[in-house]
């Protein structure tokens, strides 16, 4: 489970700025013999502010870190995106902290960066009660702690693969005999989900992903029903359609492609499946009079498209237990959807693995109290910007009773984070625009 993440120095956020998913509750470094982590972590997290204020700037990097210790010894361009500091800091360094528990074991990850590359990169285990250094790294030169138990030829291993832009943690992650801590690794890869964003490249592959998943697993097409049937979008039914996805002639043109290439290597020919020329689609049954109709997935609205894009990721992550990042998550949603998706991470029957849900949004009514209040004041965070720089603000920071509309007071200003707009110039600049076009025209 993630339990804080802290950024210094990245795009607007000049300052060390901490998003904390720990409970007020949790005092110590370790949950006590009658608690679990479970018990102390938060599961939820609403980031409000103005448009251009530095949201996404909070959480963009959780998800860029997760690509770059998968690939960085690949690929050196994931290291070096992450070093993007402020405008006004450009020469200074840019920190990355992250701490976050994995089967028991408690981990604070450092990531320091310029531009030649990683500055330090260090990482600390709590296994008991006290933090135990597992490497530190400066530059190119690593050390290992003594209760590392990573092995000494699997250390040398790691030190070969130290390039300024290539992650300690993706070297280890290549390593046959890692140690007990190599946990901390597989965290980013197996409890952190793609993180989900608002552009349409990224809602097309997600797309992609959601309707495979759908296609090939008949317990999530049950369960797409289920929800489909439950957000009250009209559909009663979904069902797996295949057609032919090649023309008949390219088709046995491939078939005796694969008997000729059988014969040159002396294999004997396997046949080409069916199968592999299907194209799976799926259908959604609505409801209407007699019969209803039939739509293919791409033929339905938008609103019912994100429904399906955003909530069979966040069941997913629910089901393993992991993190998922929604940046925009209100984007053509309905109030009542967006409190339905969000309550899943709260519900103790629903959420029985610690699954955690960060997200940006714009969504007011998630402030408000009717029927009941959507999210805890714990779990509400703004962001604001003046003069270039971005600040994250906790909602518990403020004094405020149990009785308080906290939607009202945000509009109110209470907490900042809200645009300063005016019109002013406005009337007068169309007025100029008017008279030119007259001008032209005449």
């Known amino acids: 489970m993630l339990l804080s993440f802290t950024v210094e120095n990245y795009r607007s956020f000049a300052h060390e700025t901490t998003l904390d998913m720990q409970s007020p509750k949790f005092q110590t470094l370790r949950p006590r013999e009658n608690e679990s982590w479970n018990d102390l972590?938060?599961?939820?997290?609403?980031?409000?502010?103005?448009?251009?204020?530095?949201?996404?700037?909070?959480?963009?990097?959780?998800?860029?870190?997760?690509?770059?210790?998968?690939?960085?010894?690949?690929?050196?361009?994931?290291?070096?995106?992450?070093?993007?500091?402020?405008?006004?800091?450009?020469?200074?360094?840019?920190?990355?902290?992250?701490?976050?528990?994995?089967?028991?074991?408690?981990?604070?990850?450092?990531?320091?960066?310029?531009?030649?590359?990683?500055?330090?990169?260090?990482?600390?285990?709590?296994?008991?009660?006290?933090?135990?250094?597992?490497?530190?790294?400066?530059?190119?030169?690593?050390?290992?702690?003594?209760?590392?138990?990573?092995?000494?030829?699997?250390?040398?291993?790691?030190?070969?693969?130290?390039?300024?832009?290539?992650?300690?943690?993706?070297?280890?992650?290549?390593?046959?005999?890692?140690?007990?801590?190599?946990?901390?690794?597989?965290?980013?890869?197996?409890?952190?989900?793609?993180?989900?964003?608002?552009?349409?490249?990224?809602?097309?592959?997600?797309?992609?992903?959601?309707?495979?998943?759908?296609?090939?697993?008949?317990?999530?097409?049950?369960?797409?029903?289920?929800?489909?049937?439950?957000?009250?979008?009209?559909?009663?039914d979904v069902s797996v359609k295949k057609e032919e996805a090649l023309s008949e002639s390219l088709r046995e043109f491939l078939i005796h492609l694969e008997k000729t290439q059988a014969k040159i290597s002396g294999n004997q020919p396997q046949g080409m499946s069916v199968a592999e020329y299907l194209q799976q689609y799926i259908e959604f049954h609505h409801e209407g009079d007699s019969d209803g109709f039939v739509l293919k997935e791409e033929d339905e609205s938008r609103g019912t498209q994100v429904w399906i894009d955003s909530i069979v990721p966040a069941l997913y992550a629910l089901y393993h237990g992991a993190l998922l990042i929604v940046d925009e998550l209100d984007s053509s949603l309905h109030p009542t959807l967006l409190r339905e998706f969000i309550h899943y991470f709260q519900d103790e029957e629903i959420n029985t693995q610690g699954a955690q849900l960060i997200f940006t949004t714009h969504d007011l009514t998630l402030l408000g109290n009717h029927p009941t209040e959507a999210l805890d004041r714990n779990e509400v965070w703004f962001v604001e910007k003046q003069q270039s720089i971005s600040e994250l603000i906790a909602l518990s920071e403020f004094s405020s009773r149990d009785n308080h509309n906290i939607?009202?007071?945000?509009?109110?200003?209470?907490?900042?984070?809200?645009?300063?707009?005016?019109?002013?110039?406005?009337?007068?600049?169309?007025?100029?625009?008017?008279?030119?076009?007259?001008?032209?025209?005449?």
């Not at 909070?58 to 994931?78: F, Q, T």
């Not at 260090?122 to 530190?136: C, E, G, T, V, Y």
């Not at 801590?181 to 097309?204: E, L, T």
């Not at 945000?410 to 406005?426: E, K, N």
Request: overall charge positive.
């Open 407 to 442: 939607e009202k007071r945000y509009l109110q200003g209470v907490f900042g984070a809200v645009p300063i707009t005016s019109s002013r110039g406005i009337a007068e600049a169309l007025d100029g625009l008017r008279a030119a076009t007259t001008e032209t025209e005449a």
């Open 41 to 236: 972590v938060l599961k939820r997290a609403a980031i409000f502010g103005a448009n251009a204020s530095g949201k996404t700037n909070i959480i963009k990097p959780l998800g860029m870190l997760r690509n770059a210790i998968a690939s960085s010894i690949r690929n050196e361009e994931l290291v070096k995106s992450l070093y993007d500091p402020h405008k006004l800091y450009k020469d200074d360094p840019t920190t990355f902290i992250t701490e976050y528990e994995y089967k028991g074991i408690r981990y604070r990850w450092t990531l320091v960066l310029d531009k030649a590359g990683i500055v330090e990169e260090s990482l600390q285990a709590n296994a008991k009660r006290i933090w135990r250094p597992i490497f530190d790294r400066k530059r190119d030169t690593i050390v290992f702690g003594k209760g590392a138990r990573i092995p000494i030829a699997a250390q040398e291993n790691i030190n070969q693969f130290l390039k300024p832009t290539a992650l300690c943690f993706s070297a280890w992650s290549t390593i046959k005999n890692p140690g007990r801590f190599i946990g901390a690794v597989y965290w980013w890869k197996n409890k952190m989900r793609p993180p989900i964003h608002a552009s349409d490249p990224d809602r097309k592959s997600r797309h992609y992903w959601v309707m495979k998943l759908a296609s090939q697993n008949i317990n999530w097409l049950k369960l797409l029903k289920l929800i489909m049937t439950a957000a009250d979008v009209g559909i009663t």
